[in-house]
C-alpha cells in the first residue's frame, strides 16, 4: 500500500464534500460514500482541495463532489483517471475537476507520467482546454460492494478499450425512444463523419462547422445540436486533432470563428431553443479579438523563445514544442504544452523576472485565444477593459469567495449579467463572461434549491424566500434570452403576488394566483425541453459515426437537457404548484366529464392519434400527453385522460360530453404517469373521475369487460350527462331539414326561430337580439346568408366524386387526411355571388369596419349533438373589402370539410355532403374600446349536473382562447348560485400566456401581465364580474326555457361594464 496525495481544483458551493471514488476498497469501490478519502480546503487553498489515502496497484478513480442532499456530482466529461503505484514512498496527484489530464510526481521527485493523462513534473498543475464548462448532472449511487463496480465516468475516444459503464448509470442518462442510437441519420450525421475523418487539424475541423453553416447544410435545430455536439467532441479531446502539414497561423482560426459566431447567432434569432444551443457552441470556438486576427498574432511567444537570458536547451524546446507549432497547427493541446512549460520553469526558480513575467502575460494570452478563462479571469479581465463594471465584478467576486449567501450572489450575478448580456452578440468578451456567469448561476441556484428542499414549507419566511428566488432564477434565463417575455411577465406576477403571502386576508385568493403563475412559468420550461429533445434525436447516430462510446453520448445529451437555468427553474415551480394547490384545496385533476367507464386502455402521444388507431370493439380509455382541442372523438374512446389542462367548456368538452366519454386531465405530470401506470397498455381497465376531479385507474377482469357490454358503462352507473351516437353502436342522428328558397341576405332578427333558413345559429342570434333589448345586455346585429346561398354556389358533381372517395376511405378504415385540402380547395373554389357581398355591405350597422363570419351549418346545435367547433369561424374580416369577405364565407362554407367535421358526421351516421348545408351568420366584432374578457357561461353546471348554479370560464382577449383550447393554459373557472347572495366559488385563475385582440387584418396574440389584471389582483372585483354574466345567463335561459350554453365578451371601459352574448344555444344533454 502506498500513500497517494489527492488534489483537485473544483469549485463548489458550501455544504458539498470532495471524495475519490473508484476500483479500490480504501476509495468505496466506486461508491463515494464509502471512500476512505474525503479532501479538505481552506480560505488559503480553496478552490484546491486536497486530502490522502492509500492504495495499491493499477487504481482507476474519479474525484466526486457530493452535494449536501447528498446527490453525487461525478467528473462526466472525461476518462477514467488512473494511478500506478509500486513499492514504497508516497505519491503526490493534482487535476482539475472534470478535466482530461493530471500530474504524478513522487514525492522524491522522480515524475512520472500519469496513464490518461501527459508527461509530468514535479508540483505542476494540470491544465486542458474544455470550453464546456456547465455542470454535468447529477451521477448514480454506486452498487452494494459484491457488485462488479465498472467505471462512473466517459469511456475512452474511438478504437480505444472503452471502460464499462458504471452501475445503474444508464439510468440517469436514459433518453428517450425517440433520441435512441437507432434514430434516422440525417445528412449532416454523414457529412460531418465523412469530413472529419479527411480535416486532421483543429482549424480545419473549425473551418468545416463554417463550410457547413455557410453552404446552407445546417438549417433545423437537430443539424445544429450535431455541430454543438462534434465542436464539444473535439474540444474535450474525445475527437483527436492531428498536424495536417499545412501552415496556417492562428489568425486563420480566429477569422473561421468570427465568421461561425455570426452565423450561429442569425440561427439563434430563430428561437429560444436555437439560441440555447448556440450559446453552448460558442465557448468551443477560439478568440476572434483583434491581436488574434492580425497577421501575424501571438509575436510575444517568438521573442520569449529567442532570448538571451535564458539556456539553449529551453529555447529549443519552446520554440519547437510551442512556437513553431502554434504558428504551424494551433490547437488546444498547445494550452496543455504551455502549462507544462511555463511550470517548468516556475519550479526551477532560476530565471530572470522579466522572462517570467513575458511568460505569463503569453500565458494568459494562450488561454484567452481558447477562451480558457475561469469566471474570475474573464470578470476581472473585462472589468480592466472597462471600468464601469468594476463595482459590479468586485461586488460579485467579493460575495463568491466570502462564500455569501446563495440569494445574494445570485442578485450579485444578475446585476453583472444586466450590464454584460446586451453586448454579448456584439462583443465576444462580453458573450463569454456571460456565459461564465450564467454556468455560476446555475450552481447558485442548485444549491438554493437543495437548501430549499430540505427546510419545513409553509412558513411565510420559507414562501418568501422560495418566490424570491422563483424570481431570481427567471431573471436569469430572461437575460439569457430564453423564453424572455413569458420570463418577464411571470416574473412581474409573482414578484406582485409576494406582499399578499404575508397578509391572511388574501388567502385563499393568493394561493390561487401563485398557482396560476407557476402552471404558466412551467411550461416554460416544457416547451425548451420539448425542443431540446427532438434537437437531439440526431446527436447518437453522429457519435456512432465517429466512433464515440454511445455511453459518452447519451452523458452529453442528458448533461446539455439538465443543465439549461429553465431546469433549476422547475425545481422551485414545482415547489410552489405543490404548496400552493394544498393551501388552497385545489384539486390535482379536473374533471371535463365525470362518470365510471369500463374499456381497454390506449396510450398515444396526441388525442387525434386515436382516428389512425383500431380501438378494440369493448371500447377504449384513452391516455394521451397533448390535445389540441379541435379533436373529433371516435364513438369506441369511452374515456379520456390528458397530461394538460383544458377548458372544461372548451368544444372538445362540450363533444366529449355529447359522447358520454369520461374525461379528466391534469397538469401534475407524476400524477398523469402513476394513473396511466395502474394498467398496462391494452389492458381491461375502469375509470373513474368524480365532479370533484378525483380520478382512479383499477384494472378489471376480461371477464367483467365483456360483461358491461358495447356500451362500456355497468348498469346504473352513469357517464357524463349525455348519450353515445355512432353509425355503428346506436341510433343515427339525422340533420336538421333545410330550405334552399331564400337566397338573399338577411337579418337574422327577422329569422329567429326560423333555423331552416340558414341554421340553428343564425336563428338563435336573432332571438338573442330580441331578447337582449328588453334583458340588460348586448347583442351584436347580425346578417344571415342562407343555405339556398351555399347549395347553389357548392353542390356540384367534381365535388360529389371526390366526396364518394371520401366515403369509400372511411368505409375502409382508411387514413383520410388527405382528402381534407382537396375538398376545402375545392370548395373555396366555387364563387359567392357579388349580390351576396353587396348586401352584407348594405345590411352591416353604419360604421363597421371588422366582422366576425361563423358557420351556422343544419348539423349542429342539434338535439344530442352541439356540433361545437367542428367547423370555422373567421374573425376580423374587414367589412369594407370585398374579396376579404367573399374569401371569409369560402372559408367557413369549407369548414364543412374539417378533419374533425367528416369524423364526427361519420360516427353520427350524418350525411357527408348532400344533405348538409351550410349558412353563414356575419357579426360586427365588438367594439375592444377599453378591456375585453371574453366567457363561455352554462346555466347549469354540467360537471357537478347542478342546475342550481352557473358555470363559467373566461379568459383576456377574444374567446377563440377558450373554445378551440389550442392555447395551453387555464381559464378563471367561476361557479356562481343562482339564488341569493349570489355566492361566487373561485376554482381557478387564468394562466394563459396570450390574449387575442381584435385587429385589422385579423386578432393577433400578445402576452399577458397577470399583475396587471384586475381578475387577477381584485377579488371583489372578479366575484362581482361573475355575478354580473351569471345575472344574463339566467335572463337567457329564462328567455329559452333550458338550460343554455353561451359565448359573449365583457368590456370594461370608462363608461361601464357592457356584456355583449355573441351566441346561445341549448346545453346538449342526453
Request: charged fraction near 25%.
Amino acid at each position: 500500500m502506498v500513500d497517494v496525495e489527492f488534489k483537485c481544483k473544483v469549485d463548489t458551493v458550501p455544504g458539498d464534500r470532495v471524495v475519490v471514488a473508484g476500483g479500490h476498497s480504501n476509495i468505496g469501490s466506486w461508491d463515494p460514500h464509502k471512500s476512505k478519502v474525503e479532501l479538505a480546503t481552506g480560505p488559503e487553498s480553496y478552490p484546491w482541495w486536497s486530502g490522502k489515502g492509500n492504495v495499491s496497484g493499477e487504481v482507476e478513480y474519479k474525484f466526486v463532489v457530493l452535494g449536501g442532499g447528498g446527490n453525487a456530482r461525478w467528473e462526466a466529461s472525461i476518462k477514467n483517471r488512473k494511478v500506478h503505484v509500486n513499492g514504497g514512498g508516497s505519491i503526490k496527484v493534482e487535476a482539475i475537476f472534470d478535466k482530461e489530464g493530471a500530474t504524478t510526481s513522487s514525492l522524491n521527485g522522480q515524475g512520472e507520467q500519469a496513464k490518461g493523462g501527459y508527461p509530468t513534473h514535479p508540483q505542476q498543475p494540470p491544465c486542458q482546454f474544455q470550453p464546456q464548462l456547465q455542470p454535468q448532472p447529477a451521477a448514480p449511487q454506486a452498487p452494494p460492494p459484491q457488485a462488479q463496480a465498472p467505471s462512473p465516468v466517459t469511456p475512452a475516444p474511438a478504437k480505444a478499450k472503452a471502460p464499462e459503464k458504471p452501475p445503474h448509470h444508464e439510468e440517469v442518462a436514459k433518453l428517450p425512444a425517440s433520441r435512441g442510437a437507432d434514430a434516422p441519420p440525417s445528412a449532416i450525421v454523414e457529412n460531418i463523419s465523412n469530413e472529419n475523418n479527411k480535416r486532421k487539424s483543429w482549424r480545419n475541423k473549425l473551418d468545416l462547422t463554417r463550410t457547413l453553416l455557410e453552404g446552407g447544410q445546417v438549417t433545423e435545430l437537430n443539424e445544429l445540436a450535431c455541430l454543438q455536439a462534434y465542436l464539444t467532441w473535439v474540444a474535450s479531446g474525445q475527437i483527436k486533432c492531428e498536424e495536417d502539414g499545412g501552415h496556417h497561423r492562428p489568425c486563420a482560426h480566429a477569422d473561421a470563428s468570427r465568421k461561425i459566431t455570426a452565423m450561429l447567432w442569425q440561427f439563434a434569432a430563430r428561437g429560444d431553443a436555437e439560441r440555447f444551443i448556440a450559446r453552448r457552441i460558442f465557448p468551443a470556438l477560439p478568440s476572434y479579438a483583434d491581436q488574434f486576427t492580425c497577421a501575424v498574432p501571438m509575436t510575444r511567444i517568438r521573442d520569449i523563445a529567442h532570448r538571451n537570458d535564458i539556456p539553449h536547451d529551453l529555447k529549443q524546446e519552446i520554440k519547437h514544442t510551442l512556437q513553431n507549432k502554434l504558428h504551424r497547427c494551433a490547437d488546444p493541446g498547445d494550452l496543455v504544452t504551455c502549462e507544462r512549460l511555463i511550470q517548468k520553469c516556475r519550479n526551477a526558480n532560476c530565471y530572470s523576472e522579466h522572462f517570467m513575467r513575458e511568460f505569463e502575460i503569453f500565458y494568459k494570452e494562450l488561454k484567452e485565444f481558447f477562451n480558457a478563462g475561469g469566471l474570475d479571469e474573464q470578470a476581472n479581465q473585462m472589468a480592466n477593459s472597462d471600468g464601469s463594471l468594476r463595482p459590479a465584478v468586485d461586488k460579485l467576486m467579493h460575495l463568491k469567495h466570502s462564500y455569501g449567501r446563495a440569494e445574494d450572489q445570485l442578485q450579485a450575478v444578475s446585476e453583472l449579467r444586466a450590464l454584460v448580456a446586451p453586448r454579448a452578440e456584439a462583443e465576444q468578451m462580453a458573450l463569454l463572461l456571460d456565459l461564465e456567469l450564467e454556468r455560476y448561476a446555475f450552481v447558485q441556484l442548485s444549491q438554493l434549491a437543495g437548501e430549499m428542499e430540505h427546510q419545513s414549507p409553509g412558513s411565510q419566511d420559507w414562501w418568501g424566500r422560495l418566490l424570491n428566488a422563483l424570481v431570481i432564477s427567471l431573471k436569469q434565463s430572461e437575460l439569457s434570452s430564453i423564453g424572455v417575455d413569458e420570463c418577464r411577465a411571470v416574473a412581474s406576477d409573482i414578484a406582485a403576488a409576494c406582499a399578499d403571502v404575508r397578509d391572511s386576508t388574501k388567502a385563499p385568493f393568493v394561493w390561487l394566483r401563485l398557482n396560476a403563475a407557476a402552471d404558466r412559468a412551467l411550461r416554460i420550461c416544457f416547451a425548451l425541453t420539448q425542443s431540446l429533445e427532438a434537437a437531439y434525436n440526431y446527436v447518437p447516430a453522429l457519435g456512432s459515426a465517429l466512433h464515440i462510446d454511445q455511453h459518452a453520448v447519451s452523458v452529453f445529451v442528458e448533461a446539455e437537457m439538465r443543465t439549461s437555468i429553465l431546469f433549476q427553474v422547475s425545481k422551485f415551480i414545482q415547489m410552489v404548484l405543490q404548496q400552493s394547490k394544498r393551501a388552497a384545496n385545489l384539486p390535482l385533476w379536473v374533471a371535463i366529464s365525470a362518470g365510471t367507464v369500463i374499456g381497454k386502455t390506449l396510450h398515444c402521444n396526441n388525442l387525434n392519434d386515436v382516428w389512425n388507431k383500431k380501438l378494440p370493439e369493448e371500447g377504449a380509455i384513452v391516455f394521451c400527453n397533448e390535445a389540441g382541442g379541435d379533436e373529433e372523438l371516435p364513438a369506441l374512446c369511452r374515456g379520456v385522460v390528458v397530461a394538460r389542462d383544458l377548458p372544461v367548456l372548451s368544444h372538445l368538452a362540450l363533444r366529449a360530453r355529447q359522447l358520454g366519454a369520461v374525461f379528466c386531465c391534469t397538469t401534475e405530470r407524476p400524477l398523469f404517469d402513476e394513473l396511466k401506470a395502474a394498467a398496462g397498455d391494452g389492458s381491461p381497465a375502469k375509470l373513474v373521475v368524480e365532479a370533484t376531479g378525483d380520478s382512479k385507474l383499477t384494472k378489471v377482469s376480461e371477464c367483467e369487460l365483456k360483461k358491461v357490454g358495447s356500451s362500456g358503462k355497468k348498469e346504473g352507473v352513469t357517464s357524463g350527462t349525455t348519450t353515445t351516437t355512432s353509425n355503428k353502436n346506436g341510433k343515427k342522428k339525422e340533420v336538421a331539414s333545410f330550405s334552399s328558397a331564400v337566397t338573399k341576405v338577411t337579418p337574422v332578427i327577422e329569422i329567429g326561430g326560423k333555423a331552416d333558413v340558414a341554421g340553428s345559429k343564425a336563428s338563435s342570434s336573432g332571438k338573442l337580439e330580441s331578447i337582449a333589448k328588453k334583458s340588460g345586455f348586448k347583442a351584436p346585429t347580425g346578417l344571415a346568408i342562407p343555405f339556398g346561398v351555399m347549395t347553389s354556389a357548392v353542390y356540384n358533381k367534381s365535388i360529389d366524386e371526390l366526396v364518394e372517395k371520401l366515403k369509400q376511405a372511411l368505409e375502409k378504415g382508411s387514413k383520410i387526411d388527405d382528402f381534407v385540402p382537396k375538398l376545402r380547395q375545392a370548395v373555396e373554389a366555387c364563387t359567392v355571388p357579388k349580390a351576396v357581398i353587396d348586401d352584407i355591405a348594405k345590411g352591416l350597422p353604419k360604421g363597421t369596419q371588422r366582422v366576425a363570419v361563423r358557420s351556422s351549418a343544419n348539423s349542429e346545435d342539434l338535439e344530442g349533438v352541439s356540433g361545437a367547433g367542428l367547423h370555422d369561424s373567421v374573425l376580423g374580416v374587414s367589412a369594407t373589402d370585398p374579396e376579404e369577405l367573399e374569401k371569409a364565407v369560402q372559408t367557413v362554407w369549407s369548414s364543412m370539410f374539417t378533419l374533425r367535421a367528416i369524423q364526427s358526421r361519420y360516427a353520427a351516421g350524418m350525411p357527408l355532403f348532400r344533405g348538409v348545408a351550410m349558412g353563414v351568420l356575419i357579426q360586427p366584432m365588438v367594439y375592444m374600446e377599453g378591456k375585453c374578457f371574453a366567457f363561455i357561461a352554462f346555466s347549469k353546471h354540467v360537471v357537478e349536473n347542478d342546475a342550481g348554479s352557473v358555470y363559467m370560464e373566461v379568459c383576456v382577449g377574444l374567446g377563440e382562447t377558450l373554445a378551440s383550447a389550442n392555447e395551453p393554459g387555464t381559464p378563471y373557472r367561476l361557479v356562481v348560485q343562482k339564488a341569493k347572495p349570489n355566492a361566487v366559488k373561485i376554482l381557478s385563475l387564468a394562466s394563459f400566456s396570450r390574449a387575442l385582440e381584435d385587429a385589422e387584418g385579423g386578432p393577433i396574440a400578445k402576452s399577458i401581465d397577470y399583475s396587471k389584471e384586475k381578475l387577477s389582483t381584485d377579488r371583489s372585483f372578479l366575484e362581482k364580474f361573475a355575478r354580473d354574466v351569471a345575472e344574463v345567463a339566467v335572463k337567457v335561459e329564462e328567455a329559452y326555457g333550458t338550460p343554455m350554453d353561451m359565448e359573449g365578451v365583457v368590456l370594461e371601459n370608462s363608461s361601464g361594464r357592457e356584456v355583449h352574448l355573441v351566441q346561445a344555444r341549448p346545453i346538449v344533454e342526453g
